[in-house]
């Protein structure tokens, strides 16, 4: 499956993105997530939902972000906000067959959109 995101942007603090990820094929047997990695960092998990439409989410979202799916569009969102100036980094969707947070878990990945806030 390949992955395409968009909707990222530069953004002040206190703002709101809403990331896409569109899918080439149907999601409907994976987890889709989102990633992100700011420059020197590792990767780290922000949100992922599965078959069962449970979210889990990073202990840093607190509630500040959201995830969810339109199936039939073959999209994953992220809405995101709140934002401060340690969410920003490059946005990565992923899909994998277990749902969680950890990177190993997914091996198919999108290109990532930047998201700044300053």
């Known amino acids: 499956v390949q992955l395409v995101e968009s909707g990222g942007g530069s953004v002040q603090a206190g703002g709101s993105l809403r990331l896409s990820c569109v899918a080439s094929?149907?999601?409907?047997?994976?987890?889709m997530a989102w990633f992100r990695q700011a420059p020197g960092k590792e990767r780290e998990g922000v949100a992922s939902?599965?078959?069962?439409?449970?979210?889990w989410y990073a202990d840093y979202d607190l509630g500040r972000f959201t995830i969810s799916q339109d199936a039939a569009e073959k999209t994953t969102f992220l809405q995101m906000n709140s934002l401060r100036p340690e969410d920003t980094a490059m946005y990565y969707c992923a899909a994998g067959v277990r749902c969680g947070l950890v990177v190993a878990d997914f091996a198919y990945w999108g290109q990532g959109t930047q998201v700044t806030v300053s």
């Open positions: 939902i599965g078959w069962t439409l449970k979210p």
């Open positions: 094929s149907s999601t409907a047997s994976y987890c």
